[in-house]
């Protein structure tokens, strides 16, 4: 290799492995991660020519985001399994929080026309929403396993139409089977425990069910989140006993703890495995290897390794370039599928038609951001990136703040204070607030340029000509199970008079180099 080609190939390297977008390269092939983005505990079928990939939201709602793709690249954000939980008050913020609670990794199956996705909560059990099309409406959830303490369930309708329901257990393992009714709404038994080996095979999760050539195949995550590998259980029994492997692991690559996700097979019967990776503050982002089968085990990526780089899935035609959505211009009257709040909303406080082309949040009493209604979320697509907003903050009133910031468990954002009837540009960094000027205008452009798990915040005064730092960068950390999240935010001072409004007139996100 000469010089000049090694140069090249280090640099296309160091860009995958930084996560550089897009996955598809524009020439046939792509580079993981296929989406650098907290799509955490992927599960993804094909239905047609048409692949539909759910993952798992814990508080943030709308809940389970739908993605949508032709060819298992390009990727776009199509609907929520549920708008809120009802569950339980602190899903609303009432009497405390849910952070960390909510819906865990989902699966998504298609059956006898309808789509349906399973999902457990750590203290309610397991529930079901179904729908005739992926972008909904979906129905309310209803409760399959009322127990604490479940995770990770998958539903299996063998070929008689048996129908099955296999999930873990919170501390992960065993892996325990039910038969459920035909509807997939009840479990009909209390469950066998099909899988079980401390030993072998720690940290049992994640089971995804499959039938192929006459076995039942479990496909499921051992080790842990950060380094753990992925396995593949399988019997000719769908009750067992199961012989194992590993199929995936991250040897000598540069790939940490490739597991958790699903397999799913193009119409011209190549396979494919679309897991997730943690990648620290950014959450669990998602990689996708090519798979054979040999002996009737599947072979992931290069011999059982991820792959940086692979020939795009054999699909019949190429499909332009998507990414999931980011930037808003809050045109619409109704919020963009990119957006998650952190608790249920409060309705009566938020706003896209009040001053149509803005959303206004109307601030609530807190006592802190996170104990504060309606904090509107972002899931970081890149490694990289600037967001900004521009703000009008006419309707404020004493008491109340409002910004731009990264949600995580200690939060910090850059925004607007007012006091005795005027207003200052302040960073609040989680230990106390960085005091910027006084602000003598109406409207303020902010921004966040996060690189390197930190976050750096700057604001202009002369409609985004000119941007100027406030305080130091501060780390963003992965928090609830969760990647850290661009917020746009405002609420008042416990105490204080009913809040007034803010005005967010756009957010818009870049990818930066």
């Not at 090249?8 to 792509?30: K, Q």
């Not at 590998?229 to 991250?250: C, D, F, T």
């Not at 000509?465 to 199970?481: A, D, N, Q, Y």
Request: proline letters at 8%; aromatic letters at 10%; glycine letters at 10%.
């Amino acid at each position: 290799m000469t010089v000049i080609a090694r140069s090249a190939a280090m640099a296309l390297l160091a860009a995958v492995l930084a996560g550089a977008r897009p996955a598809d390269l524009g020439n046939g092939t792509y580079r993981n991660p296929v989406l650098f983005a907290d799509y955490s505990d992927p599960d993804v079928i094909r239905v047609g020519a048409d692949y539909y990939l759910v993952s798992s939201s814990f508080h943030f709602m709308p809940g389970i985001p739908i993605l949508k793709s032709h060819d298992l690249v390009n990727w776009t954000i199509i609907g929520h399994v549920y708008q809120r939980l009802e569950l339980d008050p602190k899903y609303s913020m009432v009497g405390g929080t849910r952070y960390a609670g909510g819906s865990w990794a989902p699966a998504i199956r298609f059956h006898q026309g309808r789509f349906y996705v399973y999902f457990p909560t750590p203290d309610e059990g397991i529930l079901m929403s179904s729908a005739k099309s992926a972008e909904g409406p979906w129905t309310s959830p209803v409760l399959v396993l009322a127990k604490k303490g479940l995770e990770d369930p998958c539903p299996f309708w063998d070929d008689d139409g048996s129908a099955y329901l296999v999930h873990s257990v919170v501390g992960a393992g065993p892996l325990i089977l039910h038969r459920m009714n035909p509807e997939g709404t009840a479990v009909l038994d209390e469950g066998k425990e099909i899988a079980r080996d401390p030993k072998t095979l720690p940290t049992l999760e994640g089971p995804k069910f499959y039938k192929r050539r006459g076995y039942y195949y479990i496909f499921a995550p051992i080790g842990g989140v950060s380094a753990g590998q992925q396995a593949v259980l399988r019997s000719k029994s769908i009750y067992g006993p199961y012989e194992y492997r590993i199929v995936l692991a991250q040897a000598a690559t540069a790939i940490n703890g490739p597991h958790q996700g699903a397999y799913v097979e193009t119409p011209s019967g190549e396979g494919w495995f679309l897991h997730f990776q943690h990648r620290g503050a950014y959450g669990r982002i998602v990689h996708m290897q090519p798979v054979r089968w040999v002996d009737d085990w599947p072979v992931m990526g290069e011999a059982g390794q991820p792959v940086a780089t692979a020939r795009k899935p054999d699909v019949g035609k190429t499909y332009p370039i998507l990414e999931p959505q980011t930037s808003d211009e809050f045109n619409s009257r109704q919020l963009g599928l990119q957006w998650e709040w952190n608790h249920n909303p409060d309705d009566a406080h938020w706003s896209l038609s009040q001053r149509p082309g803005f959303l206004r949040l109307h601030a609530m009493p807190a006592a802190d951001l996170l104990s504060a209604q309606n904090t509107l979320t972002l899931t970081l697509q890149d490694p990289a990136l600037y967001a900004e907003a521009l703000l009008d903050v006419t309707g404020m009133t004493d008491g109340q703040q409002a910004g731009l910031g990264m949600f995580i468990k200690q939060p910090h954002w850059i925004g607007v204070a007012q006091a005795g009837g005027r207003r200052r540009l302040i960073l609040h960094t989680g230990a106390g607030e960085t005091p910027g000027p006084a602000l003598e205008t109406n409207q303020v452009e902010l921004r966040v340029h996060v690189e390197n798990e930190a976050a750096a915040y700057s604001y202009s005064l002369d409609g985004g000509k000119t941007f100027l730092p406030l305080g130091e960068p501060m780390p963003i950390v992965f928090s609830w199970w969760k990647g850290a999240r661009i917020c746009l935010l405002s609420f008042t001072d416990k105490g204080s008079e009913p809040g007034g409004y803010v005005d967010i007139d756009w957010l818009h996100y870049q990818a930066a180099p």
